[in-house]
C-alpha cells in the first residue's frame, strides 16, 4: 500500500480532520501568475477560428460508443463539421481558445466570496470554458509539433492571455516524445508527431489549498481532458489522453523543474493531410532541453511536503503502464435490481454549437431559484452525460469501464418525490436511497456560504472508488480517479449549459457525512464533488463588459 492510499484518505476526512498545515494562511498578494511567463519569448499570434462551421455539442455529450469514441448520432461520419479527418491550426487554434483561452470576463452579481474585487482590472476574473479549482488554472499546455504540422517544428507553450504560442525549444522533438510514451503505447499515439503536453505547476494551486492542491490540480487536469473530448467529438475528431510514460523525461523536455512540476498527460493529435508521418529515429546524445524559463512571480514558494510525497510516488512507476483490464476490479458498483424505482424521460440535448455551450459556462453561486423545479428530462440527460464521461486514458482502451457512480440528491424535480437516489444508467432510472427532503443535510455539511443548496433542483454526487483505483494500478493511479471526477465535474457544466441551467462544482464539503448518509462504508466508493443543478432566478444583474 502506496503513500497515495494515507493522502486519499487525508482527503475524505479532510473537512473533520484538517489537513496539515492546518494554520497555513494563503498570502494573496503574493500569489502566483495564472499562467507561465517566459520573458523574452516570441509570441505566435493564433487564429480564433471563428468562421469554422457550428459544431452541436451533443456530439460530445451524449453516452459513448463501443469504441470509446462519441456516438455522433445517425448520418453523421468522422470528419463532419469542418475537420477533415485530422486536426488543422485553425481547428486546434479554436479548441485551444474554446477550451483555456480567456473568452470574457465575470462581472455578474452573484454570492461568492470574490465579488467586490472583480470590478478592479487587477483582480479580474477571467471566464473560460473549462472550470477550474478554485478558478487558479494550474495547467499548462504545450505544443510538441514535428514536420508535418504548420509550424517550425519545437515545442510551443500556449500563452492563454495572447491566445498565442511561444516556442520555448526549436527542433523535431516528437521522436523523443514517442520514446517516452513508451513502446507499449497505443499505436495512434506512436503514428503522429504532433502531441499536447499538460503539464502542472504545483505552486499556483497550493499557494491556496496547500496539501490539498495536488487533489485539486488532478481535477484540473481532469476538466480540460473531458472539454476537449467533447469539443473534438463535435468536430467528428477523437482525443485520448495517456496518463502512463517516463514523466521525468517529458519534465525535461519541457523545462521544468522535477518537483515543483509534473506531466500529468500527453493527447496524441491525428494530423490532417496526405502520406506517412515522417518518424526520424533518436539519436544519440542527452534530450535538448528549453534555454527559456518561468519567472515566477511570487517572492516566496513553500514546498508542502505532502504534495512533494505525492509527486514522487506517482512518478514513481510513471512507465509502469497498466495492462488493458487492469482497472476492471476497480469499475463502479452495478445499482442492485428492485426497490423504489423512479423511471426517466430518454437523454437528448438540443442542438446548441459546442462554442456557445463552453462560452456560456459558469458557476451560479448563490443564484439558484427553486420556483422553477427542473424537468426530468433535464435531469435524464445531465445524468447520462456524466455516466459516459471518463479519464481513464489507456488504462482502458476500449472505452466500456464505467468508473463513476452517480447519486442524485433531488429537491426540486418535476414529478420526483425528494430523496437522495442512485442513478441506474443501464436501466436509464433513479433507485432511491434515502426518502425525504435532503435540503438541510446539504447544507449542514457544505462549509462556504456560496451557494444555498437547499434552492437547487437537484444535487449531483459522483464517487469513484479511489483505493480500488489505487490497489488496481498502483499510486499513480490516483490522478486517474480524481481526474475521471474532474471530467464528471465538466461535462455537467456543459450539460447544464446546452440545457440553459444553472450549475456549480463544490470541493468544501463533508465527505464523511455523505458516506454514511448513502451508506457507503465499506464500499471504497468516496464522493468527491458536490455538483448543485437547477434553474437561476430571472432577469439577473451582470455588467456587458465587451460593449463598455
Not at 19 to 45: H, I, N
Not at 208 to 227: E, I, P, R
Not at 233 to 251: I, K, Q, S, T
Not at 443 to 449: C, G, S, T
Amino acid at each position: 500500500m502506496g503513500y497515495a492510499h494515507e493522502y486519499a484518505d487525508a482527503v475524505l476526512h479532510r473537512g473533520r480532520v484538517p489537513m496539515e498545515p492546518a494554520d497555513f494562511v494563503p498570502d494573496w498578494p503574493d500569489g502566483p501568475r495564472r499562467g507561465k511567463f517566459y520573458p523574452g519569448v516570441e509570441s505566435y499570434a493564433l487564429p480564433d477560428g471563428d468562421d469554422l462551421p457550428d459544431a452541436p455539442a451533443s456530439a460530445g455529450l451524449l453516452p459513448r460508443s463501443g469504441d470509446g469514441s462519441a456516438i455522433t448520432g445517425p448520418g453523421r461520419p468522422p470528419g463532419a463539421h469542418g475537420a477533415p479527418g485530422g486536426f488543422t491550426l485553425p481547428l486546434l487554434s479554436a479548441m485551444l481558445k474554446d477550451s483555456y483561452g480567456l473568452t470574457g470576463r465575470r462581472l455578474g452579481v452573484q454570492a461568492n466570496s470574490d465579488l467586490s474585487g472583480l470590478p478592479f482590472y487587477t483582480h479580474a476574473n477571467w471566464s473560460r470554458g473549462t472550470a477550474g479549482g478554485g478558478g487558479l488554472y494550474p495547467v499548462g499546455v504545450h505544443w510538441a509539433s514535428g514536420p508535418s504540422g504548420p509550424l517550425t517544428p519545437g515545442i510551443h507553450y500556449y500563452d492563454v492571455q495572447r491566445h498565442a504560442v511561444q516556442r520555448l525549444l526549436t527542433g523535431d522533438v516528437t521522436a523523443r516524445v514517442r520514446e517516452a510514451l513508451g513502446k507499449d503505447a497505443p499505436p495512434e499515439a506512436l503514428e503522429t508527431d504532433q502531441y499536447l503536453i499538460l503539464g502542472v505547476k504545483y505552486w499556483q494551486t497550493a499557494f491556496k489549498y496547500n496539501s490539498f492542491g495536488y487533489h485539486v490540480v488532478c481535477t484540473d487536469v481532469g476538466t480540460l481532458a473531458q472539454t476537449w473530448r467533447v469539443w473534438a467529438a463535435a468536430h467528428g475528431l477523437r482525443v485520448a489522453p495517456l496518463l502512463w510514460f517516463d514523466e521525468p523525461r517529458l519534465n525535461g523536455l519541457l523545462g521544468s523543474d522535477g518537483e515543483e512540476e509534473g506531466v500529468f498527460a500527453v493527447v496524441p493529435l491525428r494530423w490532417a493531410g496526405d502520406g506517412a508521418v515522417p518518424r526520424p529515429a533518436v539519436t544519440d546524445g542527452p534530450d535538448p532541453s528549453p534555454r527559456h524559463r518561468d519567472v515566477e512571480r511570487s517572492r516566496t514558494v513553500i514546498a508542502f511536503p505532502t504534495v512533494l510525497a505525492m509527486h514522487a510516488t506517482t512518478v514513481a512507476d510513471a512507465a509502469d503502464r497498466p495492462a488493458p483490464g487492469a482497472l476492471a476490479p476497480a469499475a463502479a458498483r452495478p445499482v442492485p435490481a428492485g426497490g423504489t424505482r423512479v423511471p426517466l424521460p430518454a437523454p437528448a440535448f438540443p442542438e446548441v454549437p459546442v462554442r456557445r455551450v463552453l462560452r456560456s459556462r459558469r458557476s451560479s453561486f448563490g443564484r439558484f431559484d427553486a420556483a422553477e423545479p427542473v424537468t426530468p428530462g433535464q435531469l435524464s440527460s445531465v445524468l447520462a452525460a456524466c455516466a459516459a464521461a471518463s479519464f481513464c486514458g489507456e488504462a482502458d482502451p476500449d472505452g466500456t469501464l464505467r468508473q463513476v457512480r452517480l447519486y442524485a440528491f433531488v429537491n426540486h424535480v418535476q414529478g420526483i418525490a425528494p430523496g437522495a437516489y442512485v442513478y441506474d444508467p443501464d436501466a436509464g432510472d433513479l433507485a432511491l436511497v434515502v426518502p425525504g427532503p435532503q435540503g438541510a443535510f446539504l447544507q449542514e455539511n457544505y462549509f462556504l456560504a456560496n451557494y444555498n443548496l437547499e434552492q437547487a433542483g437537484v444535487v449531483l454526487v459522483p464517487t469513484v472508488r479511489t483505493t480500488a483505483v489505487l490497489d488496481a494500478v498502483g499510486d499513480r493511479g490516483y490522478r486517474l480517479a480524481v481526474g475521471t471526477a474532474g471530467a464528471v465535474a465538466q461535462t455537467c457544466y456543459l450539460a447544464a449549459s446546452a440545457l440553459s441551467l444553472g450549475a456549480g462544482v463544490a470541493l468544501g464539503f463533508d465527505n464523511v457525512s455523505f458516506v454514511e448518509r448513502l451508506g457507503l462504508e465499506g464500499t471504497a466508493e468516496a464522493p468527491l464533488l458536490i455538483m448543485p443543478l437547477g434553474n437561476e432566478r430571472p432577469g439577473p444583474a451582470d455588467f456587458r463588459h465587451e460593449i463598455a
